[in-house]
């Protein structure tokens, strides 16, 4: 199972981003996904998640109206766009899967695969 994430960078205060993550390995159809961040000290912390069919969909409250997670089950990914940036979201950003099937979920301790992240930086 490999989750390869991308779409990181710098970018100015007020900007967007469009992050993508393609699964690959074995289907992720029947499984919630959903977009982690981390700064360094700080616990990973979910930002969005997406039920298997599309919906429902969870947002931190920190990111709720500037951020859209979506996926596609037929490419087997997922993307987050991210706008009206801000400088406390540079980060690192994850995509994982949950563990299960058929399940909305977000607590982090349900997702068990993990894509390598990639670096956000939104500069003031």
């Known amino acids: 199972v490999q989750l390869q994430a991308s779409g990181g960078g710098l970018v100015q205060a007020g900007g967007s981003l469009r992050l993508s993550c393609a699964a690959s390995g074995r289907t992720f159809s029947m499984f919630a996904m959903g977009w982690f961040r981390q700064v360094p000290g700080k616990e990973r912390e979910l930002v969005a998640a997406i039920g298997w069919s599309g919906g429902p969909t969870y947002y931190a409250d920190s990111v709720k109206g500037r951020f859209t997670i979506s996926r596609d089950n037929a490419k087997n990914a997922v993307s987050l766009q991210m706008n009206s940036l801000k400088p406390e979201d540079t980060a690192v950003y994850y995509c994982?899967?949950?563990?299960?099937?058929?399940?909305?979920?977000?607590?982090?301790?349900?997702?068990?695969?993990w894509g390598q992240g990639t670096l956000v930086t939104v500069s003031s």
């Open positions: 994982a899967v949950s563990t299960i099937p058929g399940r909305f979920t977000i607590a982090t301790s349900d997702f068990g695969s």
